[in-house]
């Protein structure tokens, strides 16, 4: 029996060998999105295409017109948009009703298709305090909160930098995130923790994150400065802080929102190495 399982594993991998597929250890579910492949003039299709053959297991910010493109290389839709803008977001009542009815939608769309997260922006300040973004928020997600419980779908709250990227935007500390879901209480509602914009407002990754980890329910990678490819021309540790995510036995996914300033695939590579701990 143990030889015919040997030879059964030799053949399984000379397979995988063949079809050029790459086997992670899988420790870290890893995902990708469009920007990952700029420069490559590569349709959806290819970009689906390279990251199944680079072992990768999902791919963010996917609506559901692109879901059946997914299925067909085994990709999971990670993170599926929820009508809610980095501008205009759940910080204000007046916005409420329509991103209410989107979210709905996408939370039905997402669950229908094995998609584990909605994202949620939170908008910009635009002369409002953070304690009042923060109450409105609060009675935003308490709306669909319910839903999403229904449905098995979290919905990911995303920070942001407002130092370089995104000025105004007020998510834009881990602080004010953790707040938000304690006060929503509910445990499909959880932050998308990006870790380069988090690099650029606070530092201090892998503590930060070892002390909210109930909070976070997705991560997003990119090199600082620069937001390119995770390698040894940034100052993030990304090996360091995969290793630290793994071992807080993290089960959402890692999914990589960098833009290559070299070869789009080497790159690729590259970061799904790096975290592959």
Not at 51 to 79: C, H, I, Q, S, W
Request: glycine residues 10%; neutral net charge.
């Amino acid at each position: 029996m143990q030889r015919r399982s040997f030879l059964s594993s030799l053949a399984a991998a000379g397979a995988l060998a063949q079809s050029g597929k790459v086997v992670r250890k899988g420790k870290l579910k890893q995902a990708v999105t469009r920007g990952c492949f700029r420069g490559t003039n590569f349709s959806f299709e290819d970009m689906c295409r390279e990251a199944a053959r680079l072992g990768a297991l999902g791919f963010d910010l996917v609506g559901p017109n692109e879901f059946p493109v997914l299925k067909k290389y085994g990709l999971v839709p990670t993170m599926v948009p929820g009508g809610s803008g980095i501008r205009d977001g759940i910080n204000r009542k007046e916005h409420h009703a329509k991103i209410e009815a989107a979210m709905r939608q996408a939370i039905d769309a997402a669950a229908a298709n094995g998609a584990p997260n909605v994202i949620v922006l939170s908008g910009e300040r635009q002369g409002m305090s953070d304690e009042e973004g923060l109450d409105n928020s609060v009675l935003f997600l308490n709306k669909v909160k319910s839903h999403a419980e229904d449905k098995g779908v979290t919905l990911c709250v995303e920070l942001l930098n407002s130092k370089v990227n995104h000025p105004d935007y007020m998510c834009d500390r881990t602080a004010w995130g953790v707040e938000l879901c304690k006060r929503v209480n509910s445990p499909r509602v959880k932050l998308l923790y990006d870790i380069y914009h988090m690099q650029i407002m606070e530092g201090d990754i892998i503590r930060t994150i070892r002390d909210n980890i109930q909070w976070i329910g997705h991560f997003h990678t990119a090199g600082n400065p620069g937001r390119h490819e995770l390698d040894d021309t940034q100052e993030l540790n990304y090996r360091g802080i995969a290793r630290a995510i793994a071992e807080l036995n993290f089960t959402g996914y890692v999914a990589h929102e960098y833009t290559p300033t070299g070869d789009a695939l080497k790159a690729l590579d590259q970061a799904l190495s790096i975290c592959d701990v």
